[in-house]
């Protein structure tokens, strides 16, 4: 049985810091949904999330619904073969749109 290939997570600038501040304002469990959401976009990135429209730009948002006064936490990233190049992460009531 061949190995599974997994892609390379790539944080860019803006998410480390918008990822920094959220650790910083000690927003709950965003270390652990970061951690969980790079796992799962390193091996299958297209079940993972939701895509803009028709753009290149993939959305992941936490299950909030769960805890009381959390906003949700949503990631936006891209990926081909070989790379998931995460863009953002922000806090919001308002998930995107997915058309």
């Known amino acids: ?18 990822l920094k501040r959220l650790v910083g304002l000690k927003v709950p469990r965003v270390t652990e949904f970061v951690e969980a ?36 936490i949503i990631i936006y990233y891209t990926f081909d073969d070989d790379i998931v190049n995460l863009l953002s992460i922000v806090e919001s009531i308002y998930p995107p749109n997915e058309e």
Not at 2 to 18: C, G
Not at 39 to 56: F, I
């Open 1 to 18: 049985m061949r190995p599974v290939r997994h892609r390379t997570i790539v944080q860019e600038l803006k998410f480390a810091s918008e």
């Open 37 to 72: 959401i790079e796992w799962l976009l390193a091996r299958k990135p297209e079940e993972g999330g939701k895509r803009l429209g028709s753009t290149d730009v993939w959305f992941i948002p936490s299950d909030y619904s769960k805890y009381k006064n959390e906003l949700p």
